[in-house]
């Protein structure tokens, strides 16, 4: 498929300005549903401002960061366990943000971070791999400001389950979709701790077609279309799938 193409089926109103970044550059950093536009999505609705030190926890090959730090002045941190920083600074470098997004290899457990260093920590489309342990919003918030915001958009369920998997996805339902939550879990999560005061918990208005479309594109651009993933989606067609964004505020 030729670039142009991709940037066709890659069009959404919804996120004018991931409009700007190249389809192929996204689709070749694909990990998940679009880290762009999950960016995109979440920042509507949790403000940045120039100057801010943020994290991007599990930033995958850090498209996300470099988004944020083109769109919003702010500084970014991104930090993977998979992708080697050296990856992610060529393309932090071609993108002639270096000194401005600083790649890190990190677990989620063992951050090399000074207490309270951030003004802000993000993860798109990564939280639920390391976050679901109840503990681990007392160790994961010691690295923002008193007051910071702290704000994770990634898949998850409408509401939770008795059992898993729901019926209609059983043929598609992999193991580690048990750490896919709704946004009433993650509040309630988040806010037990008492750490937090949670702002934001939903599911982003038709965030399962947005992901229906990105994974349409990428498996039209690598030539099989219709993969399970993709065929998942159509057969739920929101009625259980989504994307789930929580914002909260790290309590003084």
Same mark, same amino acid.
């Given at each position: 498929?030729?670039?142009?193409?991709? =940037?066709?089926?890659?069009?959404?109103?919804?996120? %004018?300005?991931?409009?700007?970044?190249?389809?192929?550059?996204?689709?070749?950093?694909?990990?998940?549903?679009?880290? /762009?536009?999950?960016?995109?999505?979440?920042?509507?609705?949790?403000?940045?401002?120039?100057?801010?030190?943020? !994290? =991007?926890?599990?930033?995958?090959?850090? !498209?996300? &960061?470099?988004?944020?730090?083109?769109?919003?002045? /702010?500084? /970014?941190?991104?930090?993977?366990?998979?992708?080697?920083?050296?990856?992610?600074?060529?393309?932090?470098?071609?993108?002639?943000?270096? +000194?401005?997004?600083? %790649?890190?290899?990190?677990?989620?457990?063992?951050?090399?971070? @000074?207490?309270?260093?951030?003004?802000?920590?993000? &993860?798109?489309g990564a939280y639920h791999y390391f976050g679901t342990d109840d503990l681990y919003l007392g160790y994961y918030s010691r690295f923002v400001k008193p007051g910071g915001r702290i704000g994770i958009i990634q898949p998850g369920?409408?509401?939770?389950?008795?059992?898993?998997?729901?019926?209609?996805? @059983?043929?598609?339902?992999?193991?580690?979709?048990?750490?896919?939550? &709704?946004?009433?879990?993650?509040?309630?999560?988040?806010?037990?701790?008492?750490?937090?005061?949670?702002?934001?918990?939903?599911?982003? %208005?038709?965030?399962?077609? =947005?992901?229906?479309?990105?994974?349409?594109?990428?498996?039209? =651009? &690598?030539?099989?279309? +219709?993969?399970?993933? @993709?065929?998942?989606?159509? @057969?739920?067609?929101?009625?259980?799938? +989504?994307?789930?964004? /929580?914002?909260?505020?790290?309590?003084?």
């Open positions: 498929m030729d670039d142009a193409e991709l =940037d066709v089926l890659l069009r959404n109103e919804r996120y %004018p300005r991931a409009a700007a970044y190249p389809g192929r550059w996204m689709v070749d950093g694909a990990m998940g549903p679009n880290p /762009v536009w999950q960016a995109e999505a979440l920042t509507e609705l949790m403000s940045l401002e120039a100057g801010m030190r943020v !994290l =991007d926890m599990g930033c995958g090959t850090a !498209l996300s &960061s470099i988004f944020l730090a083109k769109e919003f002045g /702010v500084e /970014v941190w991104a930090a993977d366990l998979w992708v080697q920083p050296d990856e992610n600074l060529r393309r932090v470098a071609e993108a002639g943000l270096e +000194g401005r997004v600083h %790649p890190v290899h990190a677990e989620a457990h063992a951050l090399p971070f @000074a207490e309270g260093f951030f003004d802000a920590l993000v &993860s798109i369920l409408a509401e939770e389950y008795e059992m898993l998997p729901p019926p209609h996805l @059983a043929l598609y339902w992999q193991w580690d979709f048990c750490a896919w939550h &709704s946004p009433v879990w993650w509040r309630r999560h988040w806010e037990k701790t008492g750490l937090v005061t949670v702002e934001v918990a939903d599911r982003l %208005p038709d965030g399962w077609r =947005d992901w229906l479309q990105w994974n349409e594109a990428c498996d039209r =651009d &690598s030539g099989t279309p +219709g993969r399970e993933e @993709a065929q998942m989606l159509h @057969a739920d067609a929101g009625r259980t799938l +989504g994307l789930t964004r /929580v914002i909260a505020h790290h309590n003084t």
